[in-house]
């Protein structure tokens, strides 16, 4: 049976009571309030639906990770990431990255980042708690332009990658090249993928259990980041 979400209480089902049809399917309805975001991702929950469906709360077993020692940069994608055509930057564009998210050039599907999801996590990553990767690519006239990027939510060491797009070749790779540099830097050893897609495998991602995905979760947020982590600068690719 469903589990309907109290409009009060933020609190979530057992992850064991999930859906395997459809996969991971825990609960539905509740809000897009900052606390029960935080909750639900602090658990390895995630809400995903479309425009006339209600909230739905997913825990898919299994769970697509990248092990960060294992992040799959191919001969070609090194010689471009020696290249450096691009420079990457840490959330100094939030609400454009969402924005072309939501309506990514290559996305050939409706998209489930609607206004209600981008104001929910605007509102995450002004209280510090949702970040985003930048790519950049200056014109002729030195001015940069934004043609790649991802975001995500971050609890503590626990980073859980939403969305990514880009508009120039290889972009959104330098973006998940910068973010897994980053989180090495504070020893964390996986980036949550939530769900596995092509682009993803051939990044490195792989699935493991659900019960394998919470153990490792759990180590990572028993990791706290150094004060200063999450500013916006430049981020090195090496």
Same mark, same amino acid.
């Given at each position: 049976?469903?589990?309907?979400?109290?409009?009060?209480?933020?609190? +979530?089902?057992?992850?064991?009571?999930?859906?395997?049809?459809?996969? !991971?399917?825990?609960?539905?309805?509740?809000?897009?309030?900052?606390?029960?975001?935080?909750?639900?991702?602090?658990?390895?929950?995630?809400?995903?639906?479309?425009?006339?469906?209600?909230? @739905?709360?997913?825990?898919?077993?299994? %769970?697509?990770?990248? *092990?960060?020692? &294992?992040?799959?940069?191919? %001969?070609?994608?090194? =010689?471009?990431?020696? *290249?450096?055509?691009?420079?990457?930057?840490?959330? &100094?564009?939030? #609400?454009? $990255?969402?924005?072309?998210?939501?309506?990514?050039?290559?996305?050939?599907?409706?998209?489930?980042? @609607?206004?209600? @999801? &981008?104001?929910?996590?605007?509102?995450?990553?002004?209280?510090?708690?949702?970040?985003?990767?930048?790519?950049?690519?200056?014109?002729?006239?030195?001015? /940069?332009?934004?043609?790649?990027?991802?975001? !995500?939510?971050? $609890? *503590?060491?626990?980073?859980?990658?939403?969305?990514? +797009?880009?508009?120039?070749?290889?972009?959104? =790779?330098?973006?998940?090249?910068?973010?897994?540099?980053?989180? /090495?830097?504070?020893?964390? /050893?996986?980036?949550?993928?939530?769900?596995?897609?092509?682009?993803?495998?051939? @990044?490195?991602?792989?699935?493991?259990?659900?019960?394998?995905?919470?153990?490792? /979760? #759990?180590?990572?947020?028993?990791?706290?980041?150094?004060?200063?982590?999450?500013?916006?600068?430049?981020?090195?690719? *090496?």
């Amino acid at each position: 049976m469903l589990y309907l979400l109290d409009e009060t209480d933020i609190s +979530f089902p057992s992850l064991n009571t999930a859906l395997n049809d459809p996969n !991971g399917l825990l609960a539905l309805g509740g809000d897009l309030s900052i606390d029960r975001l935080l909750n639900a991702y602090k658990q390895g929950i995630f809400p995903w639906f479309g425009q006339d469906d209600p909230i @739905m709360w997913w825990s898919p077993d299994p %769970r697509a990770i990248i *092990k960060i020692d &294992q992040l799959h940069v191919n %001969r070609t994608l090194r =010689k471009v990431l020696n *290249k450096s055509p691009y420079s990457v930057t840490l959330n &100094q564009a939030f #609400e454009e $990255v969402i924005n072309y998210c939501a309506n990514a050039p290559f996305r050939d599907d409706a998209t489930w980042i @609607m206004p209600n @999801m &981008q104001a929910a996590y605007l509102s995450l990553h002004h209280q510090g708690h949702a970040h985003s990767i930048e790519v950049w690519q200056h014109n002729d006239n030195n001015e /940069k332009v934004l043609v790649g990027g991802l975001y !995500g939510v971050a $609890v *503590k060491g626990f980073f859980s990658g939403e969305s990514m +797009f880009y508009t120039k070749a290889n972009a959104s =790779k330098f973006a998940l090249v910068a973010l897994a540099n980053l989180l /090495k830097s504070i020893n964390i /050893k996986f980036i949550d993928c939530q769900l596995l897609n092509p682009f993803l495998e051939d @990044m490195g991602a792989i699935e493991i259990s659900r019960s394998n995905f919470v153990k490792q /979760k #759990e180590i990572a947020l028993s990791v706290s980041t150094p004060e200063g982590f999450w500013d916006s600068r430049v981020l090195p690719l *090496k």
